[in-house]
């Protein structure tokens, strides 16, 4: 049939094996080769290979860009992109393992991606203003944590594809998710540096890449409320009170990473680069030392 509607067909079957009982596959099109009955390692890779590939969605490498632009240490960068993937793999790892599974929150998915447009208008304004890289720690934890949950509801039909080896797949996807982070921090980081170096310069390139994706993330943290509000209007008080006690001893570690962040001495902000607020500051300055 025509690949574009392929892509929209689903595989129903029912796989017998002999010394197991039958499961019940749900293929969508386009999937390619998946084993029905995956070694440890087939899982594994499988996995592996999905986690590399979520880390580079367009929304999640937009707030990657957000958030690195006005720093020059990609080290420091770099401590603060594994703090979102240990937080993000926490709760994929609490809810694959079936930690909301008597909560009804079907929402949670929606609450995720408005949650991550409203980081990136925050992030945004922070770097015209005075961004600080320590405080991001919380900003990026708490983003992990929220889209954490969100993944674990969205690939709960894909764990029909790691047969007896859950759990490998569940560590193999993390793994995927902390490689792919890494790259795509990198891509980013010499990208917008040789942007800044060779095009824009620093102070126009982090104006212009926080006013382009702050806009952009406005409307969709917009759009994404009315979708929130509509689905928790919906949702009986009693299911969203469950839902909330049991997300909230899994949103303990974003605080403790918060506070973590607070005492971090200030050296390791580094030097960010110049910022609107600053230059205007300085504007001002010299216009005031001009006129006396």
Known sequence: MAPEIGQRIKLRLEYLTPSAPARMFEIPGGSGWVPLNPRWYEAGWLFAKAGFVD???????????????????????????????????????????????????????????????????????????????????????????????????????????????????????????????????????????????????????????????????WHQMIDGGRELGRQLGQAPAASLWSALVVLTPWLVPVLLVGVLAYFLPRRFDGVPAPTLLRALRGHNTDEGSARA
């Open 55 to 217: 880390a580079f969605a367009f929304d999640r490498f937009v707030f990657l860009l957000c958030l690195i632009a006005p720093f020059q240490r990609f080290r420091s960068l770099l401590t603060v992109v594994m703090v979102f993937a240990a937080l993000q793999a926490l709760t994929l790892t609490a809810a694959a393992e079936g930690a909301l599974v008597d909560v009804e929150i079907a929402w949670l998915p929606v609450l995720s991606d408005t949650f991550l447009a409203a980081a990136v208008v925050l992030l945004a304004i922070g770097n015209l203003a005075v961004p600080n890289l320590r405080r991001r720690w919380f900003i990026a934890a708490a983003v992990g944590a929220l889209a954490g949950f969100g993944l674990g509801r969205l690939l709960s039909d894909a764990w029909q594809f790691a047969g007896p080896h859950t759990l490998v797949a569940v560590v193999s996807f993390n793994v995927g998710v902390a490689i792919g982070e890494v790259v795509s921090l990198a891509i980013a980081f010499f990208a917008l540096r040789l942007i800044f170096a060779r095009v824009l310069g620093p102070l126009l390139g982090v104006l212009v890449l926080s006013a382009v994706v702050g806009h952009a993330s």
